[in-house]
């Protein structure tokens, strides 16, 4: 219960303290959260920032069991297996192993480590339209197409909202999420 109240705190605290970018940009970043000096502080904070990311997306049929698949090289992954959902659904981690044998309908989230750019964005046209959440460790322009993009320097991490990848989603973003993002508080 207490890591529940922690990520709902977490994600009150990101989501109230978002900035308005310039207008014209797609993607919308908000406050950066301080990473503490733990050797793993990027994959926790990685962690953190995932699940408050899904206990904010809404799929168009309820999931009990979400699968959270990840391509590519990722960095700071290796801490997603300690997210736990309020709703008490379960997040299963899987490898989704090359881009051409890749799975894509039986992920409901796909986090993107390090990949080339064109392997990304057929990561990203492969999802779209379809119920999958996109996440991009490594794409801190937010240029792929990916729904969320994680932004990390030493010390701290930071997310950009494309809004545009969010529309052409099945998967539905809380829209608190996305009115802070645009700035309306």
Avoid at 129 to 154: H, N, Q, W, Y
Wanted: hydrophobic share 45%.
């Amino acid at each position: 219960m207490a890591m529940v109240s922690s990520l709902r705190y977490l994600l009150a605290c990101i989501l109230l303290s978002m900035t308005v970018p310039a207008f014209g940009q797609a993607a919308m970043q908000p406050a950066m959260m301080r990473l503490h000096d733990a050797s793993d502080a990027a994959a926790i904070g990685t962690a953190k920032m995932v699940g408050a990311i899904l206990e904010y997306a809404h799929w168009p049929i309820a999931r009990p069991h979400l699968q959270l698949c990840i391509a590519g090289t990722a960095q700071h992954a290796e801490r997603l297996t300690d997210i736990q959902l309020s709703n008490g659904a379960t997040l299963a981690i899987s490898p989704a192993g090359e881009q051409k044998s890749l799975p894509l309908v039986k992920c409901d989230a796909l986090y993107i480590g390090r990949v080339d750019e064109a392997a990304m964005r057929q990561l990203i046209a492969g999802v779209r339209g379809k119920p999958v959440l996109t996440i991009a460790e490594d794409d801190p322009e937010c240029r792929s197409g990916s729904m969320f993009c994680l932004i990390f320097t030493p010390r701290t991490i930071s997310f950009q909202l494309s809004v545009d990848a969010v529309s052409r989603s099945a998967v539905r973003v809380d829209p608190r999420v996305l009115r802070l993002s645009q700035g309306a508080y």
